[in-house]
């Protein structure tokens, strides 16, 4: 696949991911719980393809981009979104931090963001 094809992957894994966390997060907000949600099994399964998505064209560009190894800026990376996958669970665990989530979610995307185009490290 070409270069292309591994950025796309991983924007769309990247938009999979933050739709499922909003979504959950706005459902606990609202007071529901984990037995209320009639569409938990389909924001599991998107917010897994997201994660999915996100590893395959993350390491597809690495690979097309002739990085080998793990550079320093993919560390802190792996961390926010392996944060961002364990974070499925906590809206319904502990209700009360799915507002903070709400706003902590995309300034943690943001500093993925940045890591990647700027390859700090």
């Known amino acids: 696949m070409d270069l292309n094809t ?9 938009a999979l991911v ?3 966390l909003g979504a959950r997060a706005f459902f606990a907000m609202q007071g529901g719980d984990k037995l209320s949600d009639k569409a938990r099994g389909l924001g599991a399964g998107t917010h897994g ?13 690495l690979a097309k981009l002739g990085i080998s190894g793990l550079p320093g800026w993919i560390h802190p990376k792996l961390l926010i979104w392996l944060l961002l996958g364990l974070a499925i669970a906590v809206p319904y665990r502990k209700p009360e931090l799915a507002r903070p989530m709400w706003f902590l979610v995309p300034i943690l995307t943001l ?3 940045y890591l990647g185009l700027n390859k700090l490290g």
């Open 6 to 14: 591994y950025k796309l992957m991983h924007l769309v894994g990247m």
């Open 18 to 20: 933050l739709m499922s």
């Open 49 to 61: 393809v997201g994660l999915l998505l996100l590893l395959v064209g993350g390491f597809g560009m």
């Open 111 to 113: 500093i993925a963001a």
